[in-house]
């Protein structure tokens, strides 16, 4: 009963915090507009581009996630906590890395100069899908990673038992697992890529890469026209609810039911073709989302130690907004593991965060001043946006928790405070780790909505990245970038593994 | 005992903070960061005013808008010319009292609420090791071989963009879509704003980037680079204001003119060359630092007025995305 409760709060916040700023932009709107040529025109591409980036992040993601969950080698955590970097790094930072290896003077014209081959130009859908599966094959792999965690241990050894054929142990337990979890997985996806707009028209090279963000932000900061901004916001959220809603259908199959609640050995399917071919994914993805990162790195980790103290100062605010973001972001993603939350989580980045931020500054301002107010909005924002991908983690092992052990409980009658500190919460602790590392290395990275809630004395770390390139230094702001980097990495890392502390994986 | 004087210490910090008056001023944020203009002018100004002056950073005109009447800000700085219109129609702002003969712009300004402060030209910036010639034209861009490759900013969403655009429109009227689709293959990719173009620009992804001409400033004071120059245009480049303006309703009247004063008084000029790398608007060039006196400048400058930018604008971008589109 008392989860329940704590469930209908949680909802309630979300909704409220996705629906007030919406009701504020509407009353201040007036008559909207219908969407013109132009629009329909952003809409198509919008929706191209991001079918194709969830398509391709979730394809690549699964034979991925397949290798990691059958291979055992040294360094494979660190991998993969290394894995999940590009989601996490401010977008300008990432494009620059991309760009340092795919781009007109990259590392892959260079070598492909080296053996007379044309060089091969990154601008165009082509490139544009190419950064948003760099950007989302990481969570991608790793939701569809817990999916195979996830199939008890029981069952693998039912099936060696049984000899089963690789085959027919797919059909009977991996594409049962990949039918539930690859819709949530594309859908969470799509959304991201919905509200692309940097990325987008700088990859896709000019305005036939025009996205509905982008109209979205000319409307508000050029032409302030608040009435076609909120058109076009309700246009993109009806989209991504109805995707949402889609997904969840699609993957509305049980789970596995009861297992022993026991870790053991995964299979081990030693012939040598699926060993080649395992490490051939796991080398490739490696090298697709690291060297990327590792030109990061390479161009701004000599300026890390001259970075001035604003730098560092600006550091520390980002990690408390961080920590508090993450804090709360797993409370509310606990209470809403389940079908319903997961719909509404998505909300969180269905709507446009310029949107969103116009909204909350109309309902803040008649209270209190939106300056002083700045790093609490910023933390809230944050958990808001990772809401979705925490719920998504979550719930598989959340839901399959209550199915396996509520029988005890009740036979037990356990106390809430009992069954959620002796049974939920120790059993929830691999997932909770990696979410909590995700909320706080995405809110070290996130933006926010900063341009209207700008606190003059507590600027975050990627606030001072764009401000150190908006005054040419350049250098510094890779040097900025390289720390961000190491501390979003950090947080990821400590939560991460913290989560996992007794586990093999 | 420690923590009553401490408390006392306090007190008498609060009031004492109370009775120093407040002068808030919105800028960008590149203006109020620890890089920009924004600390020097603070400590220069609290200097003789006997206030306490504080930059509020963030959108400048769209936040005014959402607050109306209701805004805390006394003074707003950092507005460009594509919005003056719609913050003149707003009425939120009151003449700024200064005498705009005192400006050493390349035009007549004779505007009596928004001020200039500084300016620059529009222009392509280019890497002198690699690329020897560069174009001297629209046209001769155009007509450069294909590997000429240039970074430039949507004007949907960039200042520098939008200005861009209008340059064209400027010189070319009616043949500006025919420009555009000539210089079309030579634009490698569109950014959202200016700094994710030059970030592009000086990792090496191409030769060339639309930003000013006083950019290569920056390289030779700071960095003792030499390679970064401006690309000058025979047909003249588009000259590009940052505004300051009073606001109407400011409860700081006296101390809001001392600020429009001291926006053109010698301290704050020489100030802007070498923290915002733009020119001061009202600073005979003799006395501009040596670097900015011996960059190159257009012979000429094109500027439109915020009526002609406004009649223009949407045909202008419009133009520009049907080219760039196919």
Sequence with gaps: ?505 | MKALTFAAGLFTASTALAQTPVLTVYAPDYFTSDWGPGPAIEAAFEAQCGCDLQFKPGDLLPRLLLEGNRTEADVVIGLNTDVTKKARDSGLFAPHGQDTGALTLPIDWTDDVFLPFDWSYVSFVYDTTRLDTPPTSFEALAAAPDDLKVIIQDPRSSISGLALVLWVKAVYGDRSEEIWAGVAPHILTVTKGWSEAYGLFTDGEAPMVLSFTTSPAYHIAAEGDDTKKAAIFDEGHYAFFELVAKVAGTDQPELADAFMAFVLSDTFQKIIPETNWSYPSALPKADWPQVFQDLPAPAKAIFLDEDQSAALRDEAIEEWRRALSQ
């Design chain 1, 1 to 505: 009963m008392a989860a329940r409760a704590v469930a209908i709060i949680a909802a309630l916040a979300v909704a409220g915090l996705i629906l007030g700023p919406v009701a504020a932009v509407l009353a201040r709107a007036g008559d909207m507009p219908v969407p013109g040529p132009a629009d329909w025109q952003a809409l198509r591409f919008t929706l191209t581009q991001a079918i194709l980036s969830a398509g391709a992040s979730v394809a690549l993601a699964v034979p991925t996630a397949r290798a990691l969950a059958r291979r055992r080698f040294p360094g494979r955590g660190l991998l993969i906590t290394l894995l999940g970097a590009p989601f996490i790094l401010p977008t300008i930072v990432a494009v620059l890395g991309l760009l340092a290896v795919f781009g007109n003077k990259g590392l892959l014209n260079l070598a492909l100069g080296g053996l007379g081959v044309p060089p091969m130009s990154i601008y165009g859908l082509h490139g544009v899908v190419l950064a948003h599966v760099f950007f989302n094959l990481p969570l991608a792999t790793r939701m569809i990673l817990q999916g195979w965690l996830a199939i008890p241990s029981e069952r693998l050894r039912l099936a060696a038992s049984l000899g089963l054929s690789p085959v027919q142990v797919f059909r009977a337990l991996e594409l049962p697992m990949l039918q539930r979890i690859t819709p949530q997985a594309f859908v969470v996806i799509f959304v991201i890529c919905l509200s692309s707009f940097a990325v987008a028209l700088t990859l896709g090279g000019g305005p036939r890469s025009t996205t509905l963000e982008l109209a979205i932000y000319q409307s508000l900061r050029f032409d302030f026209d608040i009435a076609r901004a909120a058109m076009l916001a309700l246009v993109q959220l009806a989209i991504a609810l109805t995707a949402g809603s889609v997904a969840l259908w699609l993957g509305r199959a049980p789970g596995f039911g009861v297992g022993l609640d026991r870790d053991l050995p995964r299979w081990e399917d030693g012939a040598l073709t699926r060993v080649l071919l395992d490490t051939l994914w796991i080398v490739a993805a490696t090298l697709f989302l690291l060297t990327p990162l590792a030109m990061v790195v390479w161009n701004g980790i000599g300026a890390v130690l001259t970075l001035p103290a604003q730098v560092w100062q600006a550091a520390l605010h980002s990690l408390g907004v961080a920590l508090a973001s993450t804090l709360l972001c797993m409370i509310w993603a606990t209470a809403l593991a389940n079908r319903m939350g997961e719909w509404l989580a998505l909300a969180g980045i269905a709507l446009s965060p310029l949107v969103l931020g116009i909204g909350l500054f109309l309902l803040v301002r008649p209270f209190a001043n939106p300056f002083d107010l700045a790093l609490v909005v910023t933390a809230l924002i944050n958990a808001l946006v990772s809401l979705p991908f925490a719920v998504r983690i979550l719930r598989p092992e959340s839901e399959a928790i209550r199915t396996d052990h509520i029988r005890l409980a009740q036979a037990l009658g356990l106390s809430p405070g009992v069954w959620v500190t002796r049974v939920f919460l120790p059993r929830l602790r691999r997932p909770l780790g990696f979410a909590a590392g995700l909320t706080a290395a995405l809110s070290m990275g996130d933006l926010g909505v900063i341009a209207l809630f700008a606190d003059p004395d507590h600027a975050t770390l990627p606030l001072q990245i764009y401000r150190l390139m908006g005054a040419y230094r350049m250098d510094q702001a890779a040097g900025a970038a390289v720390l961000l980097l190491g501390l979003s990495l950090g947080l990821f890392w400590l939560f991460d593994r913290g989560g996992r502390a007794d586990a093999a994986t």
